[in-house]
């Protein structure tokens, strides 16, 4: 018995190094003699850009997609992959634990602002990309103070206290940011008035009330903030229209401020989220069919330059959006079983060099190792 096993064992590792060398046989003979194949090894984006759609699960994305004719942006991005969104203290996140693990890499409790579980400062992302030497940016449609942005550049134990995450913006040389909430700048509670701290730390600001956003020159010589609104942005529907023309502009100005090294942009829709807290399927499409433009004019501009990796995913997904079986292409019969997040995996689009890093099943925490990969931070930086 044992004799004989052993036979056939033998047997059978013939076999295999026989088809073995006929399939290494196969391959050759696919090459001309002296002709040498070296592996292509995918070089590294120089810049990336991070677009977050708060809230956007798949039932948001699917919905946008037929109520815009059956197509989306995100068709052409280049890999797909899901990642856990959950929070280090429940399972259901908010917007400031799930930034916080994109940004910092760290899993956090719910309403922490760029810190860990015990509440001690975590560096981020966009703060690692400044100390390389990288221009940076963040463009939002809430409040720039607002959770998902603020975990980028801010550490604070609790997500509200809007006035000291806005001063830490004077902590970082962040090149560029856009987005709501001028009163945390400018009619703050304790007086004091950030826009001239900026200004004196080389920034050109502006706002909605001084200068309207589509005439303002991004003096390349400068560092820019403009707040879009006293409080938060208004809605799509009732007339806001500046994410498109914003995150372009960001994209001119970081890629003219970027040297050898590239830079890191993070831009948000906002609002897909609020959409959802409302149970309000109309104001949540409008806010995707935005979202959806602008991550199809950032492909467009990653395609022109080549050397830029587009990430696109949500922090969680908002109001157990579902598209209901009365629901044809054209008219789309919509129901929500929660007012607030949920915790369903959420997709990760990837387009650019390295885009093949995002596919697969992960923590959202590796959005932030992946990023860090790309751009070569280790972890002492
Ligand atoms: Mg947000
Ligand atoms: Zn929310």
Redesign the pocket.
């Given at each position: 018995m044992i004799k004989n096993l052993t036979l056939s064992a033998a047997k059978l590792s013939c076999i295999v190094l026989i088809t073995l060398l006929a399939c290494n046989r196969a391959i050759h003979s696919e090459v001309s003699p002296g002709q040498i194949t070296a592996p292509t090894i995918a070089k590294s984006p120089k810049n990336i850009v991070l677009m977050i759609g708060?809230g956007m699960g798949l039932g948001q994305i699917s919905a946008g997609i037929y109520a815009n004719g059956n197509k989306s942006a995100l068709e052409r991005m280049e890999y797909i992959g899901l990642h856990k969104p959950y929070a280090g203290d429940q399972l259901i996140t908010d917007?400031a634990a799930a930034a916080t693990a994109f940004a910092c890499g760290v899993k956090t409790y719910n309403g922490a602002i760029g810190v860990d579980m015990d509440t001690i400062a975590v560096p981020s992302i966009l703060e690692k990309a400044e100390s390389h030497g990288m221009p940076t940016g963040l463009v939002a449609t809430?409040t720039i103070v607002?959770?998902?942005p603020a975990s980028f550049i801010s550490h604070n134990a609790y997500r509200k206290n809007y006035e000291a995450i806005a001063e830490d913006f004077l902590d970082t040389d962040i090149d560029l940011f856009i987005g709501g909430g001028a009163k945390f700048f400018n009619q703050r509670e304790d007086g004091k008035d950030l826009y001239l701290a900026l200004r004196n730390k080389g920034y050109q600001v502006e706002d909605y009330f001084s200068k309207e956003l589509l005439e303002f020159d991004f003096m390349p010589h400068e560092k820019i903030a403009y707040l879009t609104a006293l409080d938060s942005p208004i809605p799509v529907a009732q007339g806001r229209e500046y994410l498109g023309h914003a995150s372009t502009k960001a994209l001119d100005f970081l890629k003219h401020k970027s040297t050898k090294k590239g830079f890191f942009l993070m831009i948000?829709g906002?609002q897909i989220?609020w959409g959802g807290h409302a149970n309000n399927a109309g104001y949540l499409i409008s806010e995707m069919q935005e979202f959806d433009q602008v991550i199809g004019q950032v492909i467009d501009w990653a395609n022109k330059d080549g050397e830029t990796l587009v990430i696109v995913t949500a922090?969680h997904e908002t109001g157990g959006f579902a598209i209901q079986k009365e629901s044809t292409m054209d008219s789309l019969v919509t129901a929500f079983t929660s007012d607030y997040h949920t915790g369903t995996l959420i997709p990760v689009f990837s387009y650019g060099p390295k885009a093949e890093l995002f596919k697969g099943i992960y923590e959202n925490t590796e959005i932030y190792h992946k990023m860090t990969e790309v751009l070569g931070f280790s972890v002492q930086d």
């Open positions: 708060d917007s809430s607002h959770a998902t948000e906002s989220d922090d």
